[in-house]
């Protein structure tokens, strides 16, 4: 049950994404569903080993890396999926630090039941 609720909220941050930033569209919910099983598997299974390849320059720019991380990961989801677009970087980085904080506020909520 937990793991839906997960979903249901990486969904509603994409969708929040797409309508806050201009560069960012969503064509259908079933579009947001699919993108966000998608960026949840990234961020389980590949998100963990980028990070420690990564690890030398997050330590040298005190972990602002792991944004652009995110928001290059929020870019290739764009370019895998059709009905989900990005225009640039620049809204792929504020469309992921969007999805992060509505994810982190999420599973704040879900810990505490």
């Known amino acids: 049950m937990k793991l839906l609720l997960h979903w249901l909220i990486l969904t509603v941050a994409v969708l929040a994404a797409a309508y806050t930033i201009p560069g960012i569209q969503v064509a259908t919910f079933l579009t947001a569903l699919i993108v966000a099983a998608v960026l949840g598997f990234i961020n389980t299974i590949v998100k963990p080993v980028i990070k420690i390849l990564t690890l ?14 995110n928001g290059f ?5 764009a370019r895998v999926i059709d009905g989900f677009s990005v225009a640039t ?7 992921a630090l969007i999805v992060s904080i509505i994810n982190w506020f999420g599973g704040r909520f879900l810990k505490e039941e």
Do not use: K
């Open 73 to 77: 990961f929020f870019w290739l989801v």
């Open 56 to 69: 030398p320059i997050n330590i040298l720019t005190l972990g602002i890396f792991s944004l652009v991380i």
């Open 89 to 95: 970087f620049m809204a792929a980085f504020w469309g």
